[in-house]
């Protein structure tokens, strides 16, 4: 399945998309004594001394990540969504939480996928505390037991918020920077776990399958990107009978 990012004439979108990506500065990489050789394939010039991404690559590497994404979407498939970065963290759950996936916008927590029979207990635990709230089972107790059990639920809460709906390892991890978040990079590699990735100048393209090279703390750039995300898992939903759980 392969899934187009503009229509009409080729060229005229091409130059289309570079004009949107331009505005919305998906361009900017880092500097460039903090480039990592392994992106140089889609780092171009740079202007006192800050790299630029070139954007050709970018639109080869979301066409290719969005292909993959609306396959995986179609199939009934898990996307995990991790951006803990302040121009990310709020793309990332509002896009996750429309599609009632689960993300990470806070921290990652170590053995969130290594160790996954951990966390899937501690979440059940979270929603049977939510569940005996709800029920008003919380009557029974003292003022100072409730006000203990209020501080754990909600200590919980917030460590799990975005993982409350997993009830499996998910098929696919989406990162916002993987350079930040490289604990969760190496669970999903070692997991076999495909990773798609917005990755700037700094990262290491060779670390995930479906790479799109763009700037990756912008929001203005993330947003422009997981727009283009949000259009795919629509398409890919519109061909699977069952949605994600």
């Known amino acids: 399945m392969k899934t187009k990012i503009a229509t009409g004439d080729k060229e005229d979108n091409k130059d289309k998309l570079l004009a949107e990506m331009k505005a919305a500065g998906v361009q900017y990489g880092h500097r460039r004594t903090r ?93 049977s505390l939510e569940k005996s709230k709800n029920s008003n089972d919380w009557d029974k107790y003292t003022k100072k037991e409730q006000h203990e059990k209020e501080e754990e639920l909600a200590y919980l809460e917030k460590k799990f918020a975005g993982l409350k709906n997993i009830s499996k390892l998910p098929d696919a991890l989406f990162v916002v920077d993987p350079g930040l978040h490289q604990t969760a990079i190496r669970e999903a590699r070692r997991l076999n776990i495909p990773i798609i990735a917005i990755l700037d100048t700094d990262d290491n393209p060779e670390e995930v399958q479906y790479p799109i090279p763009a700037n990756d703390s912008a929001k203005s750039a993330i947003e422009y990107i997981m727009a283009k995300v949000d259009k795919a898992i629509n398409e890919g939903l519109k061909n699977n009978k069952e949605k994600p759980s």
């Not at 970018?58 to 969005?66: N, Y």
């Not at 996307?79 to 302040?86: D, M, Q, S, W």
């Open 35 to 127: 480039n990592n050789p392994k992106a140089a394939y889609f780092t171009v010039k740079s202007y006192e001394g800050i790299s630029f991404v070139n954007l050709e690559e970018t639109i080869k590497g979301l066409e290719r990540a969005l292909a993959f994404i609306q396959e995986i979407v179609s199939a009934g498939k898990i996307i995990l969504f991790v951006g803990t970065r302040a121009g990310a963290k709020k793309v990332v759950k509002n896009l996750a939480e429309k599609y009632n996936f689960p993300y990470v916008s806070e921290h990652w927590l170590g053995g969130t996928l290594t160790n996954f029979k951990t966390l899937n207990h501690r979440i059940q635990y979270l929603q």
